[in-house]
């Protein structure tokens, strides 16, 4: 029992993770309506900025504002000069871009701080908190905790602002959105430096958990593709709960199916991902899309 | 004009043919009285592959020392008066890339030999090559435990410990030392992984093997192995063997420390390091692990004084100041670098390939200045691993330190069979 209740804990502190970065990529998808593969690779290379500012001296919460402003005029940069050209491309144009840009993020990082892991500080104290039979870390419970922030932020951003819907109106309906004066183009691009911003959150909550290096996201990009499927990619809120549901499920399809064991931990990530688009491909708490012809 | 050419073609195509097919047998006749290539009366050829780029150039920094520990010795009057021609060439860990640089150094640049080519996929791209064309591939820089085959692969002779010694040392001490033990072990699944479990079982013995109690294996995929390191806990083990690449050494043992899990720590030497390692997990949390270790620290203070160690400090500074001295690679690059240069003297003038093989086979008793002491190079025509024995170090919260004496690690007989 104390075990099951251990590996639970476990489960949901990795599924902080997992739901850090599925945010992003569901917070991009929402507004602009690419799936962009390159959100872990951008969030990872904007935590070694950081990295290199608190190396520098720079007090962490000082490194950790100026990375965000650094992630987000990065993002809208990315959108302008990159992703614009191809704008109007089939989406499989974009698919290769993004998946173009994680290469070059991954192996430019690799040439520029080398691929020798680096611990990166926490801003939460990484003494454990006994829960009865079980321990769960500070460090673990700020992840989940900021991520549930971050989640608050995105639902009333998008849903109670002039800024935020119109955001949303663009991807819905460009033409439409046009006529009424907003400036389709702009959104895009800030769709992108918001995205690019939550990612970098995403980068620096996740580095002391995983250590800093220029693959630290390529294992966790999956995961949070499975969990932003499993929850649904157009709800932030269903992108979280995947992300904790995909923790606890990996933990404990791993410890109890014996014949699946910790060897075929990722093949459960991907089967769900291949399960949810089966059975209801918006995920959990995805709408239908309607779309009139 | 253009119907008509093509039949005399034919022939002519045919002649070309064999013309190729006899220049290619007269070289192989050639060969066979001749001089193997690669050494003049002032100069001896070798080769090397290395990653100075991609993933893993981390470790091209030794074959840099190697190159520099070349010059001194080129600059001290060579070997028997010749100088030590050194090509080493950038295979960034791609075996293709590996095997493609390999021919280059055999067939174009004719070397004698091929000396130190780095890394376990590399190598394995170029085994056959080097054994069908009895070019030497001598102390190859892995610790695969497949490199040690004088029956099947004469031409190949690694250096290291293998990853198989160096776990059925770990295994001897835990039955020597821990009464009562229950063991459980964290691997990576893969080959790397599996060569140290199955030197790990094999040191246990059949009767030791019981006191395994839990194996959980990760992938090198996963983000986090934290449920991993829990189940270890909760199977009751109170001795954990690590055998993780870096990143996740230094995962596992923060979390065993985070839980409150207090067993007998081993951690593979491949993760060894203290920068890389220890520091990143956490020095409170490292104190007590255990390894192995073969080779003096140059990071640690205790050496200081040691006079071997000041000489590749001085060598260091004069051959390659770019090198950090404190960096263990280069200690490696030093050694075997020296190993070489120990075969080459030996082979005086009868400096054939087969001749190079037969004094690699036969050192008796070596200690090189940078080994542990205790800890001799030994080969015969039936054991190709140089380095056998390895002596365990505790880290103390700042540094390994050695104790207890030298412990002589298993061979890998199973894997031969194969």
């Known amino acids: 029992m104390a075990a ?17 970065l599925a945010l992003a990529l569901v917070l991009i998808y929402q507004a602009t309506g690419v799936v962009n593969f390159a959100q872990g690779e951008m969030a990872m290379f904007t935590t070694y900025l950081a990295w290199t500012m608190i190396n520098a001296g720079w007090p962490y919460w000082a490194a950790f504002a100026a990375t965000l402003a650094i992630a987000f005029a990065a993002g809208v940069l990315i959108e302008r000069v990159i992703i614009r050209p191809v704008e109007n491309a089939p989406v499989l144009t974009i698919v290769m871009v993004s998946i173009g840009l994680l290469t070059i993020f991954n192996s430019i990082a690799g040439w520029i701080y080398t691929y020798t892991v680096k611990p990166f500080p926490s801003p939460f104290p990484s003494t454990p908190i006994n829960l009865g039979p079980t321990t769960i870390s500070l460090q673990d419970l700020g992840v989940g905790g900021v991520s549930l922030f971050v989640l608050v932020v995105m639902y009333v951003f998008f849903r109670h602002t002039t800024l935020g819907l119109a955001m949303r109106a663009v991807v819905e309906n460009p033409v439409g959105s046009r006529l009424v004066g907003i400036r389709v183009g702009w959104m895009l691009a800030l769709g992108w430096g918001l995205a690019s911003l939550v990612g970098a959150v995403a980068g620096m909550l996740v580095a002391p958990l995983v250590f800093l290096e220029p693959n630290m996201m390529s294992g966790i990009l999956i995961y949070a593709f499975a969990s932003a499927t499993l929850g649904g990619f157009n709800s932030a809120g269903g992108a979280v709960l995947g992300g904790f549901l995909m923790g606890v499920i990996e933990n404990l399809v791993g410890t109890y199916v014996t014949f699946i064991g910790t060897e075929l931990k990722l093949t459960v990530a991907l089967a769900v991902i291949l399960l949810t688009l089966l059975i209801k491909p918006t995920g959990l708490f995805g709408r239908v899309a309607v779309s009139r012809v | 004009m253009v119907r008509r050419s093509r039949r005399p073609n034919v022939p002519r195509k045919i002649v070309l043919f064999a013309l190729g097919i006899a220049l290619i047998l007269g070289l192989h006749v050639k060969t066979a009285w001749a001089q193997d290539p690669g050494v003049t009366a002032t100069e001896i050829k070798i080769g ?57 150094l055999v067939e174009q640049d004719h070397v004698l030999l091929d000396f130190a080519p780095l890394g376990t996929p590399p190598n394995t791209a170029i085994w056959k090559y080097m054994n069908q064309h009895q070019v030497p591939q001598l102390f190859v820089l892995t610790g695969a435990s497949k490199w040690g085959d004088p029956k099947g692969h004469p031409w190949t002779m690694g250096w ?6 160096e776990a059925s040392v770990y295994a001897h001490y835990v039955l020597d030392h821990i009464p009562h033990a229950k063991i459980g072990i964290l691997y990576q699944n893969d080959d790397y992984g599996k060569d140290y479990l199955a030197g790990f079982e094999d040191g246990l013995a059949a009767q030791g093997r019981r006191l395994i109690v839990n194996r959980q294996s990760y992938e090198v995929t996963d983000p986090r192995i934290d449920s991993q390191i829990v189940n270890l806990k909760n199977s009751g083990a109170n001795v954990f063997v690590n055998i993780t690449t870096p990143k996740f050494a230094a995962m596992a043992i923060r979390k065993v420390h985070e839980i409150g899990w207090r067993p007998v720590q081993f951690l593979n030497n491949v993760s060894a390091s203290v920068g890389a390692v220890l520091k990143p997990a956490g020095f409170e949390a490292s104190k007590g692990v255990m390894t192995g270790i073969f080779g003096k620290d140059p990071s640690d203070p205790m050496w200081k004084d040691d006079p071997a160690m000041k000489r590749y400090y001085a ?21 075997v670098a020296q190993t070489l240069v120990y075969v080459l003297k030996r082979s005086g003038n009868n400096l054939s390939r087969a001749n190079i093989m037969r004094e690699a ?14 800890i001799m190079i030994n080969t015969s025509p039936t054991d190709f691993y140089p380095i056998k024995q390895l002596q365990l170090a505790k880290f103390n919260g700042q540094r390994w330190e050695p104790f207890g004496t030298v412990y002589a690690g298993a061979i890998n007989r199973q894997a031969l069979v194969q």
């Open chain 2, 160 to 165: 290291q410990p293998t990853y198989y010694s």
């Open chain 2, 315 to 335: 060598f260091l500074q004069r051959y390659n100041p770019a090198a950090d001295p404190k960096d263990a690679f280069n200690a490696v690059g030093y050694s």
């Open chain 2, 48 to 104: 090397n592959t290395a990653p100075y780029s991609g993933p893993a150039s981390a470790y091209g920094t030794i074959l840099k020392t190697v190159a520099a520990y070349f010059r001194k010795v080129n600059d001290e009057g060579g070997i028997n008066g010749r100088k030590i021609n050194f090509i080493s060439y950038d295979d960034s860990y791609s075996p293709p890339k590996t095997y493609e640089m390999t021919r280059k």
């Open chain 1, 4 to 20: 099951l209740l251990q590996q639970i804990v476990s489960g949901l502190s990795t599924g902080g993770v997992y739901a850090s």
């Open chain 2, 361 to 374: 086979a036969n050192i008796r008793d070596l200690n090189l200045p940078l080994l542990m002491s205790g």
